[in-house]
């Protein structure tokens, strides 16, 4: 199994920028992918990115294509989503969640997830 572990949240003004950090531990020597997700009260898991176990592949949903960037270090088993040009509709809590294999875009396709972090955008 791979445990994970969401940082980097907090509030911050429209137009700003964060970084948030999902830390993996356990079983990371297997080849996973990872994604994140965001969750406001009431709405159901919306995808926002996700990368393959190397990098060389990922995707974005469309409210964040253009803003937001995912990466990964493999060696500090760590996923980056670098979150540009804020925007108060993106204020939720992100989770990242991970898969053994290719990533899918729907959160029931990943078997393992975090305990998400609150991002806050003030307008």
């Known amino acids: 199994q791979v445990q994970l572990a969401e940082s980097g949240g907090g509030v911050v003004q429209a137009g700003g920028s964060l970084r948030l950090s999902c830390t993996a531990s356990?079983?990371?020597?297997?080849?996973?992918?990872v994604g994140w997700f965001r969750q406001t009260p009431g709405k159901e898991r919306e995808f926002v990115a996700a990368?393959?176990?190397?990098?060389?592949?990922?995707h974005y949903g469309n409210a964040v294509t253009g803003r937001f960037a995912i990466s990964r270090d493999n060696a500090k088993n760590i996923v980056f989503l670098n979150m540009h040009d804020l925007k108060p509709e993106d204020t939720a809590v992100y989770y990242c969640?991970?898969?053994?294999?290719?990533?899918?875009?729907?959160?029931?396709?990943?078997?393992?997830w975090g305990l998400g972090t609150q991002v806050t955008v003030s307008s």
């Open positions: 969640a991970a898969d053994y294999g290719n990533y899918g875009l729907r959160p029931e396709l990943f078997d393992f």
């Open positions: 356990g079983r990371t020597s297997s080849a996973y992918s």
């Open positions: 990368i393959n176990w190397n990098g060389d592949s990922t």
